[in-house]
């Protein structure tokens, strides 16, 4: 099983969040995510908010194989100027870029001057940039006068041989998006078969009207994992609200079915069923939020391959 980790939430300095990543790739872990564009959070005000896409770049550059990303907000960029900065990425380390993106905000946002934007118009520009980096991609040279992206003669040089794009998504507008321009579909809810099969069949119906087949969408998933002898269920499901509050509307009866927790045995074979069931290529161990001697343990207890050693 191809298994990546999850290290956000702002909770590590560069030189523990570096040995961490560099430990997974020793452990054969496929990728590593950490923070993305919302490079400050409110909650933590004296925690080192490191940007994301630097980190992101300066990972790529400290290891050799492990496949590196960060969430990226479509409104925190202009559009040709990250479809160079990924272009670049990927001449850099070539196929180990995971480009993650998504039409979430925050409320912070507004301290750095962006605009707020409702829901829709944040998909309709996200759905404009979509567009935009494949054509940058394949060498286009693009103009374009859209509702939120004007270019004038853009071009990116050197063009990547191919980008996969992943794109989270769990509401039909988002899912449509996925339809059309996604390689991956992260699942952006809870591992809860009935939530995740209602979302999948939406998804299914846009592919359709698309002309795409959805079983060629490869599924990644965000997997709340804390390994250990004894745990408060109670206090785990009230950690995992404060890390996810868009999982808000989920009642607790239903949620405490979203958390992996246990023995190492226990986590792994949850984490097995659950790649299984939902149909995950990508299945990603969800530590954030953890401490460093914590996120350690979990990465060498949970190592692909481990239960054979």
């Known amino acids: 099983m191809k298994l990546g980790v999850a290290l956000g939430w702002h909770v590590h300095p560069w ?12 452990l054969g872990y496929t990728a590593a995510f950490v923070d ?4 400050m959070l409110a909650e933590r005000t004296e925690a080192d908010a490191l940007d994301g896409w630097t980190v992101t770049t300066a990972l790529l550059m400290a290891t050799s194989r492990i496949q590196i990303g960060s969430m990226r907000i479509a409104h925190h960029w202009n559009a040709a100027r990250l479809a160079q900065a990924v272009a670049t990425a990927e001449r850099l380390a070539p196929g ?4 993650l993106i998504s039409a979430g905000d925050h409320p912070i946002d507004a301290r750095f001057g962006l605009p707020v934007r409702a829901a829709g118009e944040r998909i309709q520009r996200l759905d404009e940039t979509l567009g935009v980096l494949r054509r940058l991609w394949q060498g286009e040279t693009v103009s374009l006068a859209g509702r939120f992206i004007q270019l004038d003669r853009a071009r990116v040089r050197p063009t990547p041989a191919r980008m996969r794009i992943e794109i989270a998504a769990k509401g039909p507008r988002m899912l449509e998006l996925v339809a059309r321009h996604a390689d991956v579909w992260d699942v952006n809810l809870p591992p809860l078969p009935a939530r995740v099969a209602q979302a999948a069949a939406v998804l299914a119906e846009h592919c359709a009207r698309a002309g795409r087949d959805a079983r060629a969408i490869e599924r990644s998933m ?8 004894v745990h408060d269920a109670a206090a785990s499901l009230a950690e995992y609200r404060r890390l996810n509050p868009w999982f808000r509307s989920i009642p607790d009866a239903e949620l405490g079915d979203a958390l992996v927790l246990g023995s190492a045995a226990e986590c792994r074979a949850r984490l097995e069923q659950i790649a ?12 954030s939020g953890l401490a460093a001697e914590a996120s350690l343990r979990t990465l060498e207890a949970l190592a692909p391959g481990a239960s054979s050693r």
């Open 15 to 26: 030189e523990e969040l570096l040995g961490l990543v560099r430990r997974a790739e020793e």
């Open 36 to 39: 993305g564009d919302l490079s």
């Open 96 to 99: 180990r870029l995971r480009f």
């Open 222 to 229: 965000w997997i709340f994992t804390r390994v250990g002898p």
């Open 276 to 287: 299984r069931s939902l149909e995950l290529s990508w299945p990603v161990l969800d530590l």
